[in-house]
């Protein structure tokens, strides 16, 4: 819009007072319709030239507030994307599993009802014509005074009760190079960098832990002999690649990839399996097992 407050005639475009009546190069009439909608023009055009200072004044501090908030949050709000992403993406795995929408068995024909017992006279069982032909060998024996006392049997405990709203997280670590499960790593997982569940794995490499159900989860590897942190395992595993793929994965490796990774399962589950692979210091590229 021109700084004198003019408007374009429709007919030749000509710069025009808002009061004029008609066009002096086109010979073109206005209305009194249009001068009025031409006041109504420049009365909105003028605010909003007064608007655009504080609109401007309002982006500049929401890009400053947006950068200070990436600048001092920044891990976890990556942590928070990232676990949604993956929400996201294991939302569509099951939206596309043919499982889910496989027909449900056919209900189980019930039992036909066996046919009546043919009448006749009843016959005594073995066991009770002996008793009755035989009465003495079948007295029951008297107990011994000094017999000792039978120690009653430990029965097995039974598993671990798991809290409602929980996920119960169990798998192995493995070393990269030897594939060899890796006894007395320590495997930590944080909720939002705090809260911390952690579990030592066994002589067989594996460990188990409960955590509340939710989003933010993520996990660390402290394994002894082996670098700082974890690679996660992934689809095929790599416990079924060679070891020349190991070991283009172990050459390009960073400090950047070896950080706490975030992870999470479906809430319908009550169980949830998570591999980790530590890596060595060295490259081995055999199996010690």
């Known amino acids: ?24 190069i086109c010979m073109r009439a206005r209305t009194r319709q249009e001068i009025m909608r031409g006041y109504a023009k420049l009365r909105e055009e003028k605010a909003r030239r007064r608007r655009r200072p504080f609109q401007l004044l ?19 709000i990556t942590a928070a994307v990232s676990a949604a992403g993956g929400a996201v993406v294991r939302w569509a795995d099951d939206m596309r599993n043919p499982s889910h929408y496989a027909m449900q068995a056919a ?17 005594a069982p073995e066991s009770a014509m002996r008793s009755q032909l035989f009465p003495e060998d079948h007295q029951p024996p ?42 007395g790593a320590e495997v930590t997982f944080l909720l939002d960098e705090k809260e911390p569940r952690s579990a030592r794995t066994d002589e067989n490499g594996a460990y188990e832990v409960d955590l509340p159900k939710g989003d933010g989860w993520t996990v660390h590897l402290i394994a002894p002999e082996r670098r700082r942190g974890q690679i996660l395992d992934i689809d095929p595993s790599y416990r079924v690649r ?8 172990f050459e ?15 809430r319908s589950s009550a169980k949830a399996t998570l591999d980790l692979f530590a890596v060595p210091n060295h490259w081995t590229g055999r199996s010690q097992r």
């Open 58 to 76: 309002a982006a500049v501090l929401l890009l400053g507030a947006g950068g200070w908030l990436f600048k001092t949050h920044g891990a976890r």
């Open 142 to 183: 008297t107990p011994a005074a000094d017999a000792p006392a039978k120690a009653p049997e430990r029965r097995p405990a039974g598993p671990r009760p798991l809290a409602k709203n929980a996920w119960r997280v169990s798998g192995t670590v493995y070393d990269l190079s030897s594939l060899d499960p890796v006894p």
């Open 107 to 123: 209900t189980k024909p019930e039992p036909k009802p066996e046919p009546p017992p043919v009448p006749g006279a009843p016959v």
């Open 1 to 24: 819009m021109p700084d004198n407050d003019t408007l374009p005639c429709p007919g030749c475009h000509t710069p025009l007072p808002p009061e004029a009546t008609g066009c002096q």
């Open 252 to 266: 390009n490796v960073t400090d950047g990839d070896l950080i706490p990774a975030p992870v999470g399962w479906k």
């Open 242 to 249: 060679d070891a020349d793929e190991r070991r283009a994965v």
